[in-house]
């Protein structure tokens, strides 16, 4: 079964804490739902052949502690010890490095970082860099929350005045319930 995220598009540790909400639940509770995400990243994370317990779990502890440091980060507060720790344990659990590399035509090269790990420990390393970035990014405080009734989804807007996750969903949404109250006014029931 392929899962439907709400909403995808936006700085990848935010598409990450995206995937859980009071209106959807977890929407990677389970292996097949963390790899249909990551299928729904194309070229945003070094893929990965299957989704094991283990990568599961490391991916949720990254999405907990991000989701912790950004709460407090947004509000220009100190983000708590515990999940700055896990953030920098998931990232040294897989160090990046550059390797050299002689290409004809090229000559010397240094391509993207490589991460020498097993698939788990990469994946939540590279989750805790995605979380890394948006947290020392200095818009961290421009990240907003939906303002749809019952939605929780998070967004960094390229636009002052964006107000919901999807304007076609929440902000439609918002519109009818507008209608709705204007045009009922004073009805009895």
């Given amino acids: 079964m392929t899962v439907t995220f709400p909403l995808l598009g936006e700085p990848l540790a935010l598409d990450l804490l995206n995937t859980r909400s ?38 949720h502890a990254v999405r907990e502690a991000a989701h912790a440091a950004l709460e407090a980060a947004r509000r220009g507060q100190r983000p708590p010890a515990g999940p700055l720790r896990a953030l920098n344990e998931a990232l040294a659990a897989a160090p990046a490095h550059r390797e050299l590399a002689w290409t004809e035509g090229e000559g010397l090269t240094a391509p993207a970082h490589r991460r020498g790990a097993d ?43 964006r107000r919901w996750c999807v304007a076609g969903i929440c902000g439609n949404r918002a519109r009818v319930a507008r209608y709705y109250a204007r045009h009922t006014k004073g009805e009895t029931p």
């Avoid at 995400?37 to 779990?57: C, F, K, N, S, Y």
């Avoid at 989804?153 to 390229?158: D, I, N, R, S």
Wanted: aromatic share 4%; proline share 9%; glycine share 8%.
């Fill in 22 to 59: 009071p209106a959807f639940g977890d929407l990677i509770a389970t292996p097949a739902g963390l790899a249909d995400w990551l299928a729904a990243q194309p070229g945003r994370l070094t893929p990965l052949a299957r989704v094991t317990g283990d990568g599961l779990t490391r991916v």
């Fill in 119 to 161: 698939p788990a420990r990469r994946l939540a390393a590279e989750l805790a860099e995605a979380a890394a970035e948006l947290l020392t990014d200095p818009r961290v405080a421009d990240v907003r929350g939906c303002e749809g009734a019952e939605c929780a989804m998070l967004f960094l807007p390229a636009n002052a005045r």
